[in-house]
């Protein structure tokens, strides 16, 4: 198999390659034709949102994303302003409602700025949509064609967890700068990239309902179990919650799926799904090469992240366990990174605040370096802060 055919259209264009990818996401290796639904890779994060025209800008001017394509009333799209940004292989569509009667503005009234699409690249969308309707999965989209002068994209849709959906589309056809109906924009330019890639969306779900969504997800698109989480693995003195993850056959896309657990005070879980109005997408996690320095610039652009005590630190434990990692243990401190490591390898990682006005949507940075993980062993620290951002909240 050749490389062009391994990677996604938006990595080719990224100029990423398969070792660049094992290392900031953790690919491995897999036959994608044992696959009943093949999943070539991650195609487009599309998010509602109130303001789809100042997000397009914050993404830009803030996150270092790339505007290349827009679609909206100058373009004979009456519905909406859509917004297309990148950085490296990520791509986010940002949609905000112009006419009242949108089904976006619903969304957004419901839930807030949050994901309405996990959409992902196929090379074939019929065969992917036959086998999850064989599974009981719900066709939001039919399979169909669009064209313009950049040649087709094939494209169906089907249904996921509350109002999220999968888009699946097959654009090996298709030379635009995103779909038909959108035309190339560009925008502010600010910097170099500081994110590469996605390398998993988070979902909560109900109380009770997270091996549904991982049977659905093991059913419907072939994706295996990659990691459990449960007990006191995921739990702090006031609350708890349960997570399993699921993962395509290579693990370029990832879906770790919570539920909240019975506890002395509501968790993270249940505070998320009282502000969206019910299941979603709770985080993506940006995969950066370098994460001290995105670090760096995105807090010197106001970008606000979850603090981590000292003590963390100066815990022996936690530096015995570590062991070496490329940067001094007084570096990460500063910049209140998490570290973890396993069998694998180590990574990095660092969480924002809620992006938007409600305490449901953000963001996690990660660098990996050979670990295959989640930062398990930062489980209690990161709960821990979340607690005493929730209580500062008064949702706690």
């Not at 298709?174 to 910097?191: D, E, F, I, M, N």
């Not at 693995?233 to 693990?251: C, F, P, Q, R």
């Not at 366990?321 to 007084?330: F, K, M, N």
């Not at 605040?353 to 062993?377: N, Q, W």
Request: hydrophobic share 40%; aromatic share 8%; net charge negative.
């Amino acid at each position: 198999m050749s490389l062009d055919a391994t990677l996604t259209s938006q990595e080719r264009l990224a100029e990423l390659d398969l070792e660049q990818l094992r290392r900031l996401v953790g690919l491995v290796d897999h036959d994608p034709t044992t696959d009943p639904f093949p999943v070539t890779g991650w195609d487009a994060v599309v998010w509602a949102v109130g303001n789809a025209t100042q997000a397009a800008l914050v993404y830009q001017a803030v996150w270092g994303m790339e505007l290349v394509a827009y679609s909206g009333p100058e373009t004979g799209n009456r519905d909406h302003h859509a917004y297309v940004l990148r950085s490296g292989a990520v791509r986010f569509v940002v949609q905000g409602g112009v006419d009242p009667a949108s089904e976006l503005l619903d969304h957004h009234r419901r839930h807030g700025d949050g994901i309405v699409d996990i959409a992902l690249e196929v090379p074939d969308v019929d065969r992917c949509v036959a086998h999850a309707r064989s599974q009981g999965a719900t066709v939001l989209v039919e399979p169909h064609d669009v064209s313009d002068e950049h040649g087709t994209v094939r494209t169906a849709a089907i249904a996921a967890y509350g109002d999220t959906r999968h888009t699946l589309v097959d654009r090996s056809r298709y030379t635009g700068p995103y779909l038909p109906g959108y035309v190339a924009r560009t925008g502010v330019t600010a910097g170099p990239r500081l994110f590469e890639a996605l390398d998993h969306v988070v979902g909560n779900v109900e109380l009770g309902r997270m091996d549904e969504w991982v049977s659905f997800y093991n059913r419907v698109m072939g994706f295996t179990n990659m990691a459990e989480f449960v007990g006191e693995d995921i739990a702090t003195e006031y609350s708890a919650l349960m997570s399993k993850v699921v993962a395509s056959g290579n693990h370029r896309v990832k879906f770790p799926l919570n539920e909240p657990a019975i506890a002395k005070k509501r968790s993270q879980i249940d505070e998320y799904l009282e502000f969206y109005g019910g299941p979603g997408a709770q985080h993506l996690a940006l995969a950066t090469s370098d994460i001290l320095a995105t670090v760096d610039a995105l807090r010197a652009r106001g970008v606000e992240f979850l603090a981590t005590p000292e003590s963390y630190y100066s815990d022996p434990e936690l530096r015995a366990r570590i062991g070496h990692v490329r940067v001094p243990i007084e570096e990460l401190a500063s910049r209140g990174i998490l570290v973890d490591r396993d069998e694998d390898g180590y990574l990095l990682q660092i969480f924002t605040r809620p992006l938007g006005d409600r305490p449901t949507v953000f963001f996690e940075l990660i660098e990996r370096h050979g670990s295959l993980g989640f930062g398990a062993g930062n489980f209690q620290a990161l709960f821990e802060a979340i607690e005493r951002e929730q209580a500062r909240r008064g949702n706690f």
